[in-house]
């Protein structure tokens, strides 16, 4: 419940927001006005502060209440879409790029092609998190590198087996992280506007390389594509 924005407001209005929730800072400070002093307020738009520690009185609790409109949740993203922000005070973003696709396996006769690197994925302009490199030829499944920020996930694809003489394609990297604290505007922080529309973009994984080939006597062998690499995601969380 919030406190009027005008009119009258008597101590029992106050006290009775008070009691709403243990947790509030308000909670069980009586019928004084001076027991308020110092304690921070909140309003519906999620904007807060603080009472006067010095003189205070009854117009200072217009549009006041006693804890955080903010119910707290989160979202992962898996594919490219728009979000709607929600009610926040502060919103996490932690974006991970896509991961890259492992090369080809090579034969004698023939090598196999690098893989593609992973997908970058962002949420807005707010921040962003590239893919992993592609897997490089006649690696044996050593890995290429990583996205900027990278924890491991997504994972790069491993490399194709050269399924005879050859070498085994090299894996590829691992998609970037990234992690973003963003504080609501109301409260002079650089976050998205409530309700406002933030396009989501979901790196997918880089495919894998082509196989190459080759000869044993007279028997022609494949070798395997490399595979392709974890689709990138972004997770959300407010509060």
Not at 137 to 145: G, T
């Amino acid at each position: 419940m919030t406190l009027p924005s005008s009119g009258t407001i008597s101590i029992l209005n106050i006290y009775n927001e008070a009691q709403l929730s243990v947790s509030s800072p308000w909670y069980n400070r009586g019928f004084s006005l001076g027991a308020y002093r110092g304690v921070q307020w909140w309003q519906d738009n999620t904007a807060t502060g603080f009472f006067s520690s010095g003189t205070i009185s009854m117009s200072d609790f217009y549009s006041k209440r006693s804890t955080s409109p903010v119910t707290p949740g989160n979202q992962t993203i898996t594919s490219s879409q728009s979000f709607t922000v929600p009610l926040y005070s502060t919103l996490t973003i932690i974006t991970r790029g896509g991961g890259g696709g492992g090369a080809g396996g090579s034969g004698n006769t023939t090598s196999g092609s690098s893989g593609n690197s992973g997908g970058t994925s962002s949420f807005g302009g707010f921040n962003n998190a590239p893919g992993g490199s592609g897997g490089i030829v006649n690696q044996n499944n050593a890995s290429a590198p990583a996205g900027a920020g990278s924890d491991g996930v997504p994972a790069g694809g491993n490399g194709g087996a050269a399924n005879g003489p050859g070498f085994q394609g090299g894996k590829g990297g691992a998609g970037g992280k990234t992690t973003t604290v963003l504080t609501n505007p109301i409260s002079g922080g650089s976050g998205p506007s409530v309700g406002s529309s933030v396009f989501v973009t979901v790196g997918a994984g880089g495919t894998g390389g082509g196989g190459g080939s080759g000869v044993v006597f007279t028997i022609i062998y494949f070798s395997d594509s490399g595979a392709s690499g974890g689709n990138g995601y972004v997770e959300i969380y407010w509060s």
